[in-house]
């Protein structure tokens, strides 16, 4: 019927709209929706006002509206009703709030195309503003610059050999706040060189941003900056209570100041790689590193920011490594060997750079690159002292993970009175994870899929779901043959029921 949306959230949603203007909802509703959503913008008119329809998927006729919801006046237009003149002259006063400030755009964005499916569900669900844009990912470039900063430290000289081993770095531009001065630069270069790479050491504390534009300025341009890999850091802690401000400023300066000064002066470069060294202590946190937990929550929220404007970035938070540096230095053996215990191991170097290279490859924002032990978890959930972050890969005495399970094989399990319920819960609980609800209950089973908001991309993600779960291949207009969850429920059972398969070996 006209008067149903969608699903109960946009009930609640229309509900606590009136509820928040008193009941007498809007007046003026510029509206691009279509089917129940446009009868749920309607009712956001109940005084009367005006219906601008933007789109043309679903245009009304005025009159059955009129009648409908009185008081409402009804407007479905395209903009070049307003004729060649007026467009131009609109078109013109937006350049000028523009270049006045008044005005400002949306950040261009795009979707690495490893992420095609979140990109084509955000597309479907007209989460976009203008085009999405698929973009096929950039490796390192030999030919251009890399910039490390905490270099000299022991994972940052091991991150520089593996760049140039594994990633074909040849030009890297290396920072530290000891510059050449520090333990180990000279035989750093030398082992570089050896390599075939060229490599510049310099003494610099990226929170001094005159500095580190200085350096960015100083690059070479036959070989232009291409990646920065933000590895500084220090770590000075004490309890929250009695953290002095000075802690708090040198842990920020390191990580955030840094981090941002890095960001501003290369965010108009043509950058294929912005990784910066987090810390599972974002995460979970850890008592006397407050300030250090709170200096890597910035870094995966700047990689986050980056993504959206369209901008490189990966934030790598990191375990705890076999390196003696950072945290690690403060543990002595038996702390390690307490941690290895509770399930949070050490990485090896391979280990890391492992993870490193993965990290860059997953196209996303945030990784977390850390070694843990679901049985050595679940020994500490047992004792009460598992972060609940960590609750759902905790492992307890005697269990094992379960293996996947085809839906044939799960059938195999249940009594035959059983198998009807368990397969349209099944449905319903994929219907709603390709459509976005919290839960299968949400999912009228009578509904047909058009009505519950399916378009092709939907009907494709459904078809290929069913797919994993079956190990079958399944028909490509298996959606619009079954075009409901309880007919398509009816078809799974048949196919895959053990009586079926029973009667089919006979």
Known sequence: PAERIASSRDLEFEQRFLELTGGEGVDVVLNSLAGDFVDASLRLLPRGGCFLE??????????????????????????????????????????????????????PGSWDLRRAPEAFRHLREGRNVGKVVLEIPR??????????????GGL????????????GARH?????????????????VERLVELGAEARIESCDVAERERLAELIGSIDPAHPLGAVIHTAGVSDGSLLESMSVEQLDR???AKVDGAWNLHELTAELDLSTFALFSSFAGILGSPGLGNYAA????????????????LPATSIAWGTWARGEGMISQLDEADLARADRLGIGILSDEEGLELFDASLLCGRPFAVAARLDPRGL??????????PILAGIALRRGERRAPSISLAEQLDRLPA????????????????AVLGYSSGGEVTPELSFSELGFDSLAAVEMRNRLGALTGTQMPITLIFDYPTAAALAGFLLAEFSNENREEQTE
């Open 295 to 310: 200096a890597n929550v910035f870094l995966d929220a700047l990689a986050a920011h980056r993504q959206a404007g369209g």
């Open 139 to 152: 490796l390192i470039d030999p030919e251009r610059t890399v910039l490390i900063t905490g270099a000299t």
């Open 54 to 107: 933007l789109g043309k998927a679903d245009v009304r006729d005025a009159k059955d509206l009129a009648t409908a919801h009185p008081g409402v006046s009804y407007r479905a237009f395209s903009l070049n009703e307003a004729g060649p003149e007026r467009i131009g002259a609109m078109l013109g006063e937006l350049i000028e709030l523009r270049e006045r400030g008044e005005l400002s755009l949306p950040a």
């Open 378 to 387: 679940g020994r500490l959930a047992r004792i009460g002292g598992l972060p």
């Open 172 to 188: 890297l531009l290396l920072l530290s706040r000891s510059g050449a001065e520090a333990d180990g630069a000279a035989g750093l």
């Open 156 to 167: 940052g000289a091991l991150l520089a050999a593996h760049l140039v081993e594994s990633h």
């Open 417 to 432: 009175a059983e198998h009807e319920a368990a397969v349209l819960e099944l449905v319903r609980e994929e219907v709603a």
């Open 251 to 253: 842990v920020l300066a």
